[in-house]
């Protein structure tokens, strides 16, 4: 099974709301990250877990706050949005840094 | 400094022409280097990746790259186009995880 599986598909949100994105992969994986992407832009790094440990954080704002709660799980908190962080949010994993990421489809995220 | 670069954003070819998405790499870059692709409202999906040996690398869907370390290049290539190739290819340079900008496939029938 190579499969990344994130929830929810799409999400809708105040900017006073408080939500979480899903990640979820059974291949073994050690290390998990999440992306954000803009339109027609590269994906950018935001958080990197290895061994359920942070071990980047490239200069997120607080309002994203990521969790490792095993293995398997990555989860993304989001709190007080702004609408600039409308995007694309995509988790991924790989057995290590310099292997092949295996990524999800994603959670197209619209912050009102 | 950026570690990959991709040149054109955008490339058009009919369908059953050939397919040419330029990455060059700098020094600083670990001779790991891969090619992804994201077809519309999905994630990446690796095409193929070069760590050591043969420098002609096979990937997925018929694409080939082949790593040239006096040109410090890893273009992508495929002889006949698809319809279904047009998708972002994004080249990757091993444990960087950063992404060069992106070049947007488009297959005219």
């Known amino acids: 099974d190579t499969e990344v599986t994130q929830t929810p598909k799409h999400l809708v949100m105040g900017m006073t709301n408080k939500k979480s994105l899903k990640c979820e992969q059974h291949?073994?994986?050690?290390?998990m990250y999440w992306y954000k992407q803009k339109a027609k832009k590269p994906p950018e790094l935001m958080f990197v877990?290895?061994?359920?440990?942070?071990?980047i954080n490239e200069s997120v704002p607080s309002r994203f706050s990521p969790e490792c709660p095993n293995s398997s799980l990555l989860n993304l908190h989001l709190h007080a949005l702004q609408p600039e962080d409308s995007a694309l949010y995509l988790c991924a994993s790989s057995q290590d840094s310099v292997e092949t990421q295996y990524f999800g489809p994603g959670t197209r995220l619209l912050v009102l | 400094a950026q570690s990959v670069t991709q040149l054109g954003s955008h490339v058009s070819v009919s369908e059953g022409a050939l397919v040419l998405l330029r990455c060059n790499y700098s020094?600083?870059?670990?001779?790991?280097l891969f090619w992804y692709v994201q077809y519309p409202n999905q994630g990446l999906q690796l095409l193929l990746k070069y760590t050591t040996g043969a420098t002609l690398v096979k990937g997925i869907n018929g694409f080939e790259a082949e790593f040239k370390k006096s040109e410090t290049s890893f273009h992508l290539t495929k002889p006949s186009a698809h319809m279904s190739d047009a998708a972002e290819y994004f080249c990757a340079p091993g444990g960087k995880l950063i992404f060069g900008q992106g070049t947007e496939l488009s297959v005219k029938p």
């Open positions: 291949m073994g994986h050690r290390a």
């Open positions: 020094s600083s870059v670990p001779p790991y």
């Open positions: 877990y290895s061994y359920e440990k942070l071990s």
